[in-house]
């Protein structure tokens, strides 16, 4: 019984840290094309680390031993919320030009937003925007 506490409290150290996490977008001019493509580049960093960190576990995972599940199921689980979150954050980077006046621009930030939204959630469905 001690141990499935000690692992249940562990599991619960990193959640809360990874939760804690503020990605706030910056004020730019919703408009402008310049601040749109630098923020669909810082976008995409965040995309990538979600991609990165998605792979490097699964590749951890197989290469486990099958007597550690429990070890590689938290690790797995952990790197899915962590992935979801930069997801998010690539979202709501984007999201904010999404009610541009310039139609090119917001139409991008929509399919963008939605583009995350979807990797983030694990949904694979192919809705209109």
Do not use: W
């Given at each position: 019984?001690?141990?499935?506490?000690?692992?249940?409290?562990?599991?619960?150290?990193?959640?809360?840290?990874?939760?804690?996490?503020e990605c706030?977008?910056?004020?730019?001019?919703?408009?402008?094309?310049?601040?749109?493509?630098?923020?669909?580049?810082?976008?995409?960093?965040?995309?990538?680390?979600?991609?990165?960190?998605?792979?490097?576990?699964?590749?951890?995972?197989?290469?486990?031993?099958?007597?550690?599940?429990?070890?590689t199921t938290?690790?797995?689980?952990?790197?899915?919320?962590?992935?979801?979150?930069?997801?998010?954050?690539?979202?709501?980077?984007?999201?904010?030009?999404?009610?541009?006046?310039?139609?090119?621009?917001?139409?991008?930030?929509?399919?963008?937003?939605?583009?995350?939204?979807?990797?983030?959630?694990?949904?694979?469905?192919?809705?209109?925007?």
């Open positions: 019984m001690t141990r499935f506490l000690t692992i249940t409290a562990l599991l619960c150290i990193p959640i809360a840290e990874c939760s804690a996490r706030s977008p910056l004020r730019l001019d919703s408009n402008g094309a310049f601040d749109y493509v630098s923020t669909v580049i810082d976008s995409f960093a965040y995309a990538k680390t979600a991609t990165t960190t998605l792979h490097d576990q699964s590749v951890k995972a197989q290469k486990a031993e099958t007597t550690d599940v429990v070890s938290t690790d797995l689980m952990l790197s899915m919320k962590r992935a979801s979150e930069d997801y998010e954050c690539a979202a709501t980077l984007v999201n904010g030009f999404a009610k541009s006046t310039n139609e090119t621009i917001s139409l991008s930030a929509k399919a963008l937003n939605r583009a995350f939204d979807t990797a983030g959630s694990g949904s694979h469905r192919a809705d209109p925007i």
